[in-house]
């Protein structure tokens, strides 16, 4: 139920969702972070209801991956990922390239029987400080189903600001290097679940997916200290463009899932056009269940 909730609004900070003593999720919407790490929101943790936090917010080996975040690696000449960018023929570059996500003000923020709603307003501006895009993000924390397990939909609305565009969406892949197709809503996991076992909807298995289509991906590994097994899938919508969706996926050297549609086909978000991207992600405790990953996404495609 909704009323399980607390919600905790850190003012120009974070909004906080806890049940009982257990966080849930913090959205960070207003990091302090270097130009170059392309600032913008995250989430960081997200957390079973009975407390097991799988992400990992801002690693050494890539202090630009935020937990659970939107990070776009090529939008026409700029990088709304973070840190370098790849460069046709040249590989990896740290370029004077990295724009921001920027938050403007709160929509909606309440809880209701329904779930915890956050939709806010974003900007998103070049390196050079031009206003490319206007945002409008919702996050929908759901009424628990359970104990331990906890379901979020997360909606991107993105309109060219003004008279800028078109913004061409693309990937380190459409720019060149082989399999690297991430761009996206993204979640990078807790070191302990490297190695962690991956499972496509069509039933594919392993790492080799890369690259392949799929309605949902699941991510099944253990936390360190606690030694529970903890699963993460997350799900494409069918109302999303070129779905079912290309999955960016790793379980070494790092754990990490982006549902990516822009994997290896650039897409062109022309003037006065919409582009609207709505994911699915959930959280359990527990061994690997897939029938209940498959009942859980037919049942939020269908409500979401």
């Given at each position: 139920m909704a009323n399980e909730f607390t919600v905790i609004h850190t003012l120009?900070?974070?909004?906080?969702?806890?049940?009982g003593p257990v966080v849930l999720l913090e959205y960070h919407y207003a990091p302090d972070v270097p130009q170059y790490e392309s600032p913008k929101p995250y989430i960081d943790p997200l957390a079973t209801p009975l407390g097991d936090a799988v992400t990992l917010d801002r690693p050494?080996?890539?202090?630009?991956?935020?937990?659970?975040?939107?990070?776009?690696?090529?939008?026409?000449?700029?990088?709304f990922w973070g840190g370098p960018t790849y460069v046709?023929?040249?590989?990896?570059?740290?370029?004077?390239?990295?724009?921001?996500?920027?938050?403007?003000a709160w929509e909606r923020l309440e809880k209701s029987?329904?779930?915890?709603?956050?939709?806010?307003?974003?900007?998103?501006?070049?390196?050079?400080?031009?206003?490319?895009i206007d945002e409008r993000r919702t996050l929908?924390?759901?009424?628990?189903a359970s104990d331990n397990e906890l379901l979020?939909?997360?909606?991107?609305?993105?309109?060219?600001?003004?008279?800028?565009?078109?913004?061409?969406?693309?990937?380190?892949?459409?720019?060149?290097?082989?399999?690297?197709?991430?761009?996206?809503?993204?979640?990078?996991?807790?070191r302990s679940m490297n190695d962690g076992r991956i499972?496509?909807?069509?039933?594919?298995?392993?790492?080799?997916?890369?690259?392949q289509r799929g309605a949902w991906l699941h991510f099944a590994g253990r936390l360190d200290t606690t030694n529970q097994p903890v699963c993460v899938a997350m799900f494409d919508h069918p109302t999303n463009p070129r779905h079912p969706t290309k999955f960016f996926v790793r379980n070494n050297p790092f754990g990490v899932i982006n549902p990516a549609f822009c994997f290896d086909e650039e897409y062109v978000l022309e003037k006065g056009e919409t582009l609207t991207l709505r994911y699915g992600?959930?959280?359990?405790?527990?061994?690997?269940?897939?029938?209940?990953?498959?009942?859980?996404?037919?049942?939020?495609?269908?409500?979401?």
């Amino acid at each position: 139920m909704a009323n399980e909730f607390t919600v905790i609004h850190t003012l120009d900070e974070s909004v906080r969702v806890q049940r009982g003593p257990v966080v849930l999720l913090e959205y960070h919407y207003a990091p302090d972070v270097p130009q170059y790490e392309s600032p913008k929101p995250y989430i960081d943790p997200l957390a079973t209801p009975l407390g097991d936090a799988v992400t990992l917010d801002r690693p050494h080996d890539h202090l630009w991956h935020r937990g659970l975040y939107f990070g776009w690696a090529h939008v026409n000449d700029n990088n709304f990922w973070g840190g370098p960018t790849y460069v046709r023929d040249q590989g990896y570059r740290g370029l004077d390239n990295n724009g921001s996500q920027v938050h403007e003000a709160w929509e909606r923020l309440e809880k209701s029987d329904d779930g915890v709603w956050m939709v806010e307003r974003l900007a998103w501006y070049s390196f050079g400080g031009q206003r490319w895009i206007d945002e409008r993000r919702t996050l929908r924390v759901h009424p628990l189903a359970s104990d331990n397990e906890l379901l979020l939909t997360v909606v991107t609305e993105l309109t060219p600001h003004g008279d800028q565009g078109p913004f061409v969406f693309g990937s380190p892949t459409t720019n060149g290097r082989p399999n690297a197709g991430y761009s996206g809503l993204t979640i990078r996991m807790q070191r302990s679940m490297n190695d962690g076992r991956i499972v496509l909807s069509t039933g594919q298995e392993g790492p080799d997916v890369m690259g392949q289509r799929g309605a949902w991906l699941h991510f099944a590994g253990r936390l360190d200290t606690t030694n529970q097994p903890v699963c993460v899938a997350m799900f494409d919508h069918p109302t999303n463009p070129r779905h079912p969706t290309k999955f960016f996926v790793r379980n070494n050297p790092f754990g990490v899932i982006n549902p990516a549609f822009c994997f290896d086909e650039e897409y062109v978000l022309e003037k006065g056009e919409t582009l609207t991207l709505r994911y699915g992600v959930w959280v359990r405790r527990g061994e690997e269940d897939l029938a209940r990953v498959a009942q859980v996404y037919r049942g939020w495609a269908e409500g979401a």
